[in-house]
């Protein structure tokens, strides 16, 4: 049995754009529904959600047979929950608030056997089909993509030292902290935050790196994804669901008869 190919990573690589949803409702059941939608990529959330190690393994239990790839954004740069997402199957990782390029060398750094960095080593574990893949030692550096996430404005004055370390393939941009950094919490459609955002990622793409977001709007998602983003998340399960909720109760009440 041979190592699968990350398919994300070979897209972005290839500037093909990339349309992706988030993940943050802790349930297989719910991922796999999603997973089977058509988007090339999910993520899995544990930054933001209740999520732990057996609600992720179980979302990527789930997708096992989908050809939509998983990211998993671990709830912090720390080396010792990324070596256990990597022997539980997660090849494609979002570190949050990486604010320099020394911490986007500790991120890839924990995706890396030694000598190349500080993963341990495990010879049987799911994400070499418990020793079955017998190319998994030679491959496993090639197909892991690290993704950095870039939140701030000290983040964003570093942004091409971060993105030029060796090992990064592709920087994040998160709206919702970036404007948030510069005053304005929860705009995060302000015209004056995506001209910094917009003027990152041309620095980023500029050095041959893909860039990636996440809005909610999906005109806006089209359009960043026609115009230097190689992989943007276009909505949220958690909101399709509330929105979703809300409008149909909104339409049924709005028919009936009134008292």
């Keep these: ?58 979302q990527l239990q789930a997708m096992q047979n989908s050809p939509t790839v998983p990211m998993v954004r671990p709830y912090w740069n720390d080396s010792v929950l990324v070596k256990r997402l990597l022997d539980m199957g997660a090849t494609t990782l979002l570190f949050p608030m990486v604010q320099n390029a020394d911490e986007a060398r500790k991120a890839v750094a924990a995706t890396r056997y030694p000598p190349q960095g500080i993963r341990g080593v495990a010879l049987t574990h799911r994400g070499n089909s418990f020793g079955r893949q017998k190319d998994y030692l030679d491959r496993i550096h090639d197909e892991v993509c690290v993704i950095v996430q870039v939140e701030t404005r000290a983040a964003l004055s570093s942004v091409e030292e971060i993105a030029a370390v060796d090992g990064v393939d592709g920087v994040f941009f998160g709206p919702a902290d970036i404007s948030a950094d510069y005053g304005k919490l929860g705009q995060t459609m302000d015209s004056e935050v995506w001209e910094v955002i917009r003027d990152a990622a041309a620095k980023v793409t500029a050095l041959g790196k893909p860039a990636g977001t996440l809005v909610t709007d999906p005109a806006f998602a089209s359009d960043l994804l026609n115009n230097d983003f190689s992989f943007v998340a276009c909505g949220t399960d958690a909101g399709l669901l509330a929105r979703g909720a809300d409008q149909l109760l909104t339409k049924v009440k709005s028919g009936l008869n009134p008292d």
């Design 1 to 58: 049995m041979q190592m699968p190919e990350n398919a994300f990573k070979r897209a972005i690589a290839a500037s093909k754009p990339q349309l992706g949803l988030w993940v943050s409702l802790c349930s297989n059941y719910a991922t796999e529904c999603v997973s089977t939608a058509g988007y090339d990529w999910v993520l899995l959330d544990m930054e933001h959600s209740p999520s732990d190690m057996s609600t992720v393994l179980g």
